[in-house]
């Protein structure tokens, strides 16, 4: 069973930092991209951030552009989402999601939630004094 759980979410003070964690289960995430989402309540779902499986693209919302940084480790089957400078409009729920490649050609980083085949339940960032 294909499974993408997500980690690392939490409370944290504003200009804190965090790591999110998206691991993979029953399947090698190395021949996926992977996408970072949140949802905030009231709010659509927003693309933050994606990597392509080769790891060669990256791409950030420019709300996020210069405070978080998408990375992955394929030995630990896990994609991060290093986030600094956090601010109380970052609250959401973050939820990674994952797109295969087709045959050796890498998928590419989309950062529309409709592109992406699998998703995780979520994580909780909350950002708040």
């Known amino acids: 069973q294909l499974q993408l759980v997500e980690s690392g979410g939490g409370l944290v003070q504003p200009g804190g930092s965090l790591r999110l964690s998206c691991a993979a289960s029953g399947f090698t995430l190395d021949y996926y991209a992977i996408g970072w989402f949140r949802q905030a309540p009231g709010k659509e779902r927003e693309g933050v951030s994606c990597i392509s499986s080769s790891g060669g693209s990256t791409h950030y919302a420019d709300s996020v552009k210069g405070r978080f940084t998408i990375s992955r480790d394929n030995a630990k089957n896990t994609v991060y989402l290093q986030m600094n400078s956090l601010k109380p409009e970052d609250t959401a729920i973050y939820y990674c999601?994952?797109?295969?490649?087709?045959?050796?050609?890498?998928?590419?980083?989309?950062?529309?939630?409709?592109?992406?085949?699998?998703w995780g339940q979520g994580t909780q960032v909350t950002v708040s004094s």
């Open positions: 999601a994952a797109r295969k490649r087709i045959g050796t050609v890498q998928a590419m980083c989309v950062p529309s939630g409709g592109w992406y085949e699998y």
